[in-house]
């Protein structure tokens, strides 16, 4: 058979044994392995990851209230009250498997400053999502918060070898939406009725994500926003 211009089709040529299909900036896939996603600290200037632990539950409980968090309709963020709870619910998805939580810790004060998370981890991909994230008010858009988001897509991505990195937040939360657009994340849609809120309602979640094709440029990104931090502090009176 020829080709719609009447030159002839070149014959099929399998693909060589071993080679893999390219990303899209050109570069070969990594090969595929099983990532680990075992309980780590992980360290910046700014901030400091740790497992979270049921001794944390003082200090969560004073970062919740920093700003009353729980009162945001459209987040899922434990009252003091129920902080313990909620500790417990994570460490029961870390003991299966789906959930690395970790305490969001000032490194310079050692004041715990929220939390955070892998989750839905999918190791024989790699995935994951970096979720069920809050931060006390008055560390948001910080340092704090942008060296966060580096130290867990490096470990993530240079580390666990992951192929993307996802998040996820209620389509009303406008304000984290901006936050995760500004990482360089792409939407990539929305889950209609995706989970029932505390108060009953139901939520859509909008899914983004970051690819390892992607990474070094949103890599580079924060590490401007992270030197920009620096130098407003430096030259603040």
């Not at 968090?69 to 459209?74: D, G």
């Not at 939360?173 to 505390?198: C, F, K, T, V, W």
């Amino acid at each position: 058979m020829e080709a719609a211009s009447g030159s002839p089709r070149p014959p099929y040529q399998p693909a060589r044994p071993g080679r893999r299909p390219p990303l899209s900036d050109g570069q070969p896939l990594p090969r595929a392995r099983v990532s680990g996603f075992s309980p780590l600290t992980l360290t910046g200037d700014h901030v400091t990851l740790r497992p979270l632990d049921h001794g944390d539950l003082a200090g969560l409980q004073a970062a919740v209230s920093d700003g009353q968090l729980w009162r945001l309709w459209y987040t899922s963020i434990p009252t003091p009250e129920g902080m313990a709870a909620e500790i417990t619910r994570r460490l029961a998805l870390q003991q299966a498997g789906s959930m690395m939580p970790l305490t969001v810790i000032e490194t310079r004060t050692g004041r715990v400053r929220g939390m955070t998370s892998f989750m839905h981890i999918d190791r024989a991909t790699p995935r994951v999502e970096i979720g069920s994230t809050w931060y006390a008010a008055s560390a948001q858009r910080s340092a704090l918060n942008t060296e966060a988001k580096l130290l867990l897509l490096t470990h993530a991505f240079d580390v666990e070898g992951c192929m993307a990195v996802e998040f996820r937040t209620h389509a009303m939360n406008h304000r984290s939406r901006q936050a995760i657009e500004r990482l360089g994340a792409r939407h990539d849609g929305i889950l209609r009725q995706h989970m029932r809120m505390p108060n009953g309602t139901m939520r859509d979640s909008c899914v983004y994500s970051i690819t390892l094709a992607e990474w070094p440029s949103v890599r580079a990104g924060l590490r401007f926003r992270l030197a920009d931090h620096a130098a407003g502090s430096s030259a603040a009176p």
